[in-house]
């Protein structure tokens, strides 16, 4: 059973970057496909980039151009890259695992906060 902790987020300016980073545990992590979410207040989770276990990757438009998601299957790590980020961009984000574009693997989240 794999274990997901998040790491990374904090409080930026509106323009800035931060580095999320979801170390997993567990010994077949290389054939989980690995994704990133985010809550907002009173909002849903929604999908923000997702990798799938051959290295195909897709990001939610409000992130394209601006996210990078990727892995480190020897680190057994995947990482978001956040640049220029926007006050709108302001959520929990959770590291999830899954197979087939099902997710049920969650991190416990970590906040990002960007201000205006």
């Known amino acids: 059973q794999v274990q997901l902790v998040e790491s990374g987020g904090g409080l930026v300016q509106a323009g800035g970057s931060l580095r999320l980073s979801c170390a997993a545990s567990g010994r077949t992590f290389s054939l989980y496909s690995m994704g990133w979410f985010r809550q907002a207040p009173g909002k849903e989770r929604e999908r923000v980039a997702t990798?799938?276990?051959?290295?195909?990757?897709d990001y939610a438009d409000s992130v394209k151009g601006r996210f990078t998601i990727s892995r480190e299957n020897a680190k057994n790590t995947v990482y978001l890259q956040m640049n220029s980020l926007k006050p709108e961009d302001t959520a929990v984000y959770y590291c999830?695992?899954?197979?087939?574009?099902?997710?049920?693997?969650w991190g416990q989240g970590t906040q990002v906060t960007v201000s205006s």
């Open positions: 999830a695992a899954g197979a087939r574009g099902i997710y049920n693997k």
């Open positions: 990798i799938t276990w051959n290295g195909g990757i």
